[in-house]
């Protein structure tokens, strides 16, 4: 997998590179819009990773020329602005995803992924996901644990299979909240413990060895708790 | 403000119609009395001729009674009768005066007169004549005298002056009406524009001609005004923006790595969340001043009111339920609203999260939808008078000693989110506390 970085703060570009290739990405900087444009239209990248305000070319300028050129390339958009029209007219030029500065690198991490698995969608062969002695077949809405079906509300359902859909991985509430309730809205670190709480009581009672970890000023991580 | 309101205003209501009025009742009363002047100088004189006519010619026959027998009397009369244009009849024992074909009862004495119609069968037409009595004691003498032509005059007169009267008034008002309208077209336009800048438009600026009329000067002016406020405005946004931006580069900086570190040091996840909360506390700020300025564009759609009712419900009812409060959602019907998905959503959700936090272990918190109305009451302990005018303002929390977690922005947010979209929040507390969103 192979990703544009165009940022323009020296030190968050080297972070954001260090992280990405800890992750196994293959990476490209830029630190000007002009620089991000060039490599933008004659390489080939997976996503583009793009700050909204750039030196010498706006971020949302090289995403008008980059989608000009007929380049799909997803894009998701860095911005310090925090202007709800900012993020639409950045939807509207042609991003793919919004990120509000300051973010958390695991929110990043799991937007251009789920942008990369978008872009490059192929029905999947199975409609089951699988963790330990938990199985989740979102064709019929079924969870089952040790072949006995788990009871679980729609929302909790959706939580875990988004959960699952990421698992190892570290899962933010404002994502969360996003891909589960479909609202663009923090509602706050309480909210969403106390339903993560609930779902994890219900697969404790029905001995699923999965375990939802708790890390604190960032999110959830789902993974597997064979012991 | 109510933009239908004023596009619907009814020209009757400006100021300009009341001036209409008022001056076509000037004109009314200017107009009569010329009516009345030019009258009395033209036909009134004429009139009074005749009168005058008639009086001299009755004070001569009272004189001639006077001086003469019955015979010679009468004998004089008809010397006089074939002298002047006063026609004079009468009736006795030797003769018989009569030119009339008819001569009614009722003709009163000289200096009063009657205005009657008689047909000249010598003529052969309908003539006019003003007539009045003589009384003498060798009996009462008509006297009478044509004045048809005069007649006429004051008829056509009259008819001539109540048409004029009609016509101005008539044209005094539709003039007023139109030029009240045209002005409270430009005065709306005021409005409208002015609407245009409240709703955060600050670009909106007034049409005008250089050398105009006063409302030409006034919208230079305005805009000369707005020109400034907008200047200043964009000198603030960017402050803000910069501030915003320099402060989100190190912020950034800074939630990465302590979320780097996270790692190897599990500890640092406190800092985490503090630094969170400062962030947080920063965004909701910002987002607040900027829908109070109208800077926040609204991304418009019908909301599916009662899913979003059920989906606050859903996802707070955990919380409620930890502090021991049962949610119950009562939809009557949905309303249909137009609005901005997430917003409304986060005005609801900030309204039942209030009312967990501050209703009490065990309260009831009941979520209520109608056609046009959605409202959060909950039993608990309720909030004084004082604070209840207090709630909405920046930072403000009734419980002095903070001991709940949040930023005192949630009821303040939920105001402007409502101004925003035209509706109305009202807040009262007679059993527990009560939050109602209306429409209108």
Known sequence: ??????????????????????????LDCAEDGQQGLMLATCEHYDAIVLDRMLPKLDGLQVLLALRATGKTTPVLILSALDKVDDRVTGLKAGGDDYLTKPFSFSELAIRVENLIKRHTFHAPLTTKINLANLTLDYSDQRVDVNGKTLNLQPKEFKLLRYLLDHQNKLVTRTLLFESVWEYHFDPGTNVIDVHIARLRKKLAEASAQLEIETVRGVGYRLKANVS | MNEHGL???DPRKSSVWRLTLAFAAITA?????AIILIYQLLLGEQSRQVERRLDA???????????????????????????????????????????????????PALPQTIVFPVLDTGRGQIRLLTTGKVKTHHGDIVLATATEHLQRLIVDFKSIASWTFIIAIVLTGLFGYLFSRRHLRRVNYFNETAEQVQNGDLSARLSHKNKGDEFDRLAAHINTMLDAVEENFALVQGITDNIAHDLKTPLTRLKLNIEKRLEDQPQMGYELEQLNNIINTFDAMLKLTRLEHGQFPLKLETIDSSQLTHDVCEILQPSAEQNGQIICVNITSPWQLNGDRNLIFQAIFNLVENAIKYAGKGATITLALDEKSFSVTDN????????????????YRSDPARQHEGFGLGLATVKAICN?????????????????????
């Not at chain 1, 997998?1 to 800890?22: G, I, P, S």
């Not at chain 2, 608990?380 to 930072?395: A, Y």
């Open chain 1, 1 to 26: 997998m192979k990703l544009l970085l165009v940022e323009d703060d020296q030190q968050n570009r080297e972070f954001l590179y260090k992280a990405f290739v800890e992750q196994g990405y293959t």
């Open chain 2, 7 to 9: 596009r619907l205003f």
């Open chain 2, 29 to 33: 009363v200017t107009l009569l009395l």
């Open chain 2, 57 to 107: 010619e009755k004070t001569r026959i009272e004189a001639l009674a006077s001086e003469f027998d019955k015979g010679s009397f009468f004998q004089q009369l008809d010397v006089f009768r074939n002298e002047g244009e006063i026609l004079i009849f009468w009736q006795s024992e030797y003769e018989q005066s009569q030119q009339l074909s008819f001569l009614p009862d009722n003709i």
């Open chain 2, 380 to 395: 608990g302990k309720g909030v004084n008078e004082q604070d209840l005018k207090q709630l909405t303002k920046r930072f």
């Open chain 2, 420 to 440: 925003r979209h035209k509706l109305n929040l009202s807040l009262s507390s007679d059993n527990g506390f009560c939050v109602k969103i209306t429409n209108d």
